[in-house]
T-cell receptor, first 115, second 112 residues
Framework: VTLLEQNPRWRLVPRGQAVNLRCILK??????MSWYQQDLQKQLQWLFT????????VKSLPGADYLATRVTDTELRLQVANMSQGRTLYCTC????????????FGEGSKLTVL | GDSVTQTEGQVTVSESKSLIINCTYS????????LFWYVRYPGEGLQLLLK?????QKGSSRGFEATYNKETTSFHLQKASVQESDSAVYYC????????????FGSGTRLL
């Protein structure tokens, strides 16, 4: 059973252009939604965890700037800007914080390539 | 900060031979983190393989097992007899025991 639906799955991004990603949660039992990035060296890195509708966070990392928004209980968005290197963004969900609930369920990822 | 180290980027094991994938961790935010192994099979998404939240305990799944060793801060993944279907990328990971939500991943080990 798929818990998360990510789109787009792939995107070619002209240098300097921002891209918007979307993640839809299919099961409300796992309300803690997060974004992780995987760089070209395959290192997975946590970006954000947003629990409540209206939550927003920004972050600048080497190679990209991010703005994450929890739109509703079932929708998480991520804007990726100023991307200089390709990467894959994964949406995840979990039942809660810590312990067994630290187990993550991953979406299929959104692979971004810089043109 | 917390970190997870997987020293091998790739390991090659013949079918029916034994496997060990090394993982060590450093947890500065908490003494005893929760430890996980995730796996990505070809063409599939990342998924949990096994987890252990108590130091000294062993977790197992699909013939794989890993023991939480707090003395050596290690969580090596082992399998007695590897099958072709085990070819995948394996990631060791940790989370803080309470109140934390960030999962810290190792760099992954590809099993051929």
């Amino acid at each position: 059973v798929t818990l998360l639906e990510q789109n787009p799955r792939w995107r070619l991004v002209p240098r300097g252009q921002a891209v918007n990603l979307r993640c839809i949660l299919k099961n409300s039992q796992y309300p803690w939604m997060s974004w992780y990035q995987q760089d070209l060296q395959k290192q997975l890195q946590w970006l954000f965890t947003l629990r409540s509708p209206g939550d927003k966070e920004v972050k600048s990392l080497p190679g990209a700037d991010y703005l994450a928004t929890r739109v509703t209980d079932t929708e998480l968005r991520l804007q990726v800007a100023n991307m200089s290197q390709g990467r894959t963004l994964y949406c995840t969900c979990s039942a809660g914080l810590g312990g067994l609930t630290g187990q993550l369920y991953f979406g299929e990822g959104s692979k971004l390539t810089v043109l | 900060g917390d970190s997870v180290t997987q020293t091998e980027g790739q390991v090659t094991v013949s079918e029916s031979k034994s496997l060990i994938i090394n993982c060590t961790y450093s947890a500065t935010s908490i003494a005893y983190p929760n430890l996980f192994w995730y796996v990505r099979y070809p063409g599939e998404g990342l998924q949990l393989l096994l987890k252990v939240i108590t130091a000294g305990q062993k977790g197992s799944s699909r013939g794989f097992e890993a023991t939480y060793n707090k003395e050596t801060t290690s969580f090596h993944l082992q399998k007695a007899s590897v099958q072709e279907s085990d070819s995948a990328v394996y990631y060791c990971a940790l989370t803080p025991g309470t109140g934390g939500y960030k999962v810290v991943f190792g760099s992954g080990t590809r099993l051929l």
